[in-house]
């Protein structure tokens, strides 16, 4: 049981970050960077966008039925390429009437509602700590203020899953919104002996196992085994130099992605120098950004297929 004397250091602690957030919220008056709206969807007026993340594959977790007795009645997780937006508008409207708009926007593209519920009715704040959502300070959740929207549509085989969390902090309203294409992760691991033949057939070769947080040139973790095949393939073969090539979708600036997608391929020949001992004279690196698409830049899988890092022999 919580004592007393702590419960004022927690409302404190509560009012001292809501305030943060309301600074936060405050100060940012465009989309964070590299951030748009899913096609179809859009934004309530007025509203900037302070999270955003694309997954080509990853698990999202939903609820289908409000919660019994604090429990889940039907939770799904569905696992696919998953998009999360989280927006933030200023002062003047209710939960309601941005929930509505989202809703009716997802009902014009096809999609059918599964749950629609409030804060008590869905299950209070039990429920919300169920949500997928977006870390503070992109998106806030008041779990005793909030509504939840979860909804489904089929699109020739493809099932394709949405949620929308509505909830305030201060006088803003917060919006979270979570579109999931149900679909098996692509096999993109390349093997040194792929790589080889890639380079022997072509000249070069496209890797796709090789992952960077969103809007930086910082490699994620679950890279190593692209970058050991990568290792193994210029171990196997000392004589052989490579072109480590960035390139990047067509979101955001020229200048922006030419910048991005040079810091990538220098983040990947600096992995292979520094964790693999490749020799660093031997990689030469360049950023090429959205000028040599291999899919379109209009869709989610022509951009999916557009960010990559390939091998190039001289």
């Known amino acids: 049981m919580r004592s007393i004397a702590a419960r004022p250091i927690a409302v404190f602690l509560g009012m001292s970050l809501s305030l943060l957030?309301?600074?936060?919220?405050?100060?940012?008056?465009?989309?964070?960077?590299?951030?748009?709206?899913?096609?179809?969807?859009g934004r309530f007026a007025g509203s900037v966008i302070t999270g955003y993340q694309t997954k080509d594959f990853d698990a999202v977790k939903l609820q289908a039925a409000p919660f019994k007795d604090g429990q889940p009645a039907d939770a799904r997780t569905v696992e696919g390429r998953v998009t999360r937006i989280a927006y933030r508008t200023g002062p003047g409207p209710s939960i309601l009437e941005v929930s509505r708009n989202f809703e009716n926007q997802l009902s014009k593209a096809g999609f059918e509602p599964l749950l629609a519920c409030n804060a008590d009715d869905c299950g209070g704040i039990p429920f919300s700590e169920k949500i997928d959502v977006l870390p503070i300070p992109q998106m806030w959740i008041d779990g005793f203020d909030f509504r939840y929207v979860a909804a489904r549509k089929r699109d020739g085989n493809t099932d394709i899953y949405g949620t929308v969390v509505t909830s305030r902090n201060n006088d803003a309203i917060t919006v979270q919104l979570v579109i999931a294409v149900v679909g098996a992760?692509?096999?993109?691991?390349?093997?040194a002996a792929a790589m080889a033949k890639g380079l022997g057939d072509k000249g070069h070769i496209a890797l796709y196992g090789i992952y960077f947080d969103t809007d930086k040139a910082t490699i994620k973790p679950e890279s190593a085994p692209t970058l050991a095949e990568m290792a193994k393939l210029l171990n196997g073969q000392p004589a052989l130099n490579v072109y480590i090539v960035g390139h990047t979708d067509n979101q955001g600036s020229f200048e922006h992605n030419?910048?991005?997608?040079?810091?990538?391929?220098?983040?990947?020949?600096?992995?292979l120098s520094g964790s693999y001992k490749i020799g660093r004279g031997r990689m030469k690196t360049a950023g090429l950004g959205f000028l040599s698409p291999?899919?379109?830049?209009?869709?989610?899988?022509?951009?999916?297929?557009?960010?990559?890092?390939?091998?190039?022999?001289?």
Do not use: W
């Open 21 to 41: 957030l309301a600074d936060t919220a405050f100060a940012q008056n465009r989309d964070v960077a590299g951030a748009r709206d899913y096609p179809g969807i």
């Open 185 to 191: 992760m692509d096999n993109k691991m390349v093997d």
């Open 258 to 271: 030419m910048t991005l997608s040079r810091q990538r391929a220098d983040a990947v020949a600096a992995a």
């Open 294 to 314: 291999v899919g379109s830049n209009t869709t989610e899988e022509g951009r999916a297929l557009n960010r990559r890092v390939e091998l190039v022999e001289p």
